[in-house]
């Protein structure tokens, strides 16, 4: 079956303009995540939603990001007035409910963000 | 916090030669420790997981890790590299006494395999 999209793939846009990216996750998985992945760095942990429950959001670096997850499908991750720091490659994963154990996240192709 | 550390960078190996790439992690207690594989232009793949029991766990693509609990680590292993296992390689830690289910990730270590 079809695993995790994400789109656009590329985005260049400028200084101080909002974004964004979109997630499409795997049929059925309740609980979707967003990371970040900024050159040379590790994986950075952004937002996660499972089902229904209020979603975490520790991970988000400042007020200008935002997530949402409507009918507990598709996510939206809002950047506001973009900072060059922002660039980096956004990757959403996603994954079968997790309440009691680590189940596999699935990731997407990522979407590569470059700020002018 | 919970930390994960890749200390090698980058790796250069010949095809067929064997390969050990390193984890450590620093946490109280035995976290859920995973392998992240990441080809150019792809997502991330998991190549294999430990939660409990053997220490020594098979992976996807002849791949295997070792759990060492009195070293903190969990070093990914394959006895002889084929030149499509060039990539980016990503060591992970869950928690589960926390609510999140998010993975904290080292900062990985890109290996290139000679001809």
């Known amino acids: 079956g079809a695993g995790v999209s994400q789109s656009p793939s590329n985005k260049v846009t400028e200084k101080g303009k909002d974004v964004e990216l979109r997630c499409d996750p795997i049929s059925g998985h309740t609980a979707l995540y967003w990371y970040r992945q900024s050159l040379g760095q590790g994986l950075e942990f952004l937002i996660y939603f499972q089902g229904n429950s209020a979603p975490d959001k520790s991970g988000l670096p400042s007020d200008r990001f935002s997530a949402e997850r409507t009918g507990g499908s598709v996510s939206t991750l809002t950047i506001q007035r973009t900072q060059q720091e922002d660039s980096a490659v956004y990757l959403c994963?996603?994954?079968?409910?997790?309440?009691?154990?680590?189940?596999?996240?699935?990731f997407g192709p990522g979407t590569r963000l470059t700020v002018l | 916090a919970q930390s994960v550390t890749q200390p090698d960078i980058h790796i250069t190996v010949s095809e067929g030669a064997s390969l050990e790439l390193r984890c450590n992690y620093s946490y109280g207690a035995t976290p859920y420790l995973f392998w992240y594989v990441q080809s150019p232009g792809q997502g991330l793949q998991l190549l294999l997981k430990?939660?409990?029991?053997?220490?020594l766990v098979q992976g996807i693509k002849g791949f295997e890790a070792e759990f060492k609990r009195s070293q903190s680590s969990f070093n990914l292993r394959k006895p002889s590299v084929h030149w499509s296992d060039a990539a980016e390689y990503f060591c992970a830690v869950g928690l589960m006494d926390t609510g999140r289910r998010a993975l904290t990730f080292g900062s990985g270590t890109r290996l290139q395999v000679q001809p």
């Open positions: 430990y939660f409990s029991g053997d220490t």
């Open positions: 994963a996603s994954s079968l409910k997790s309440s009691s154990s680590y189940n596999e996240q699935f």
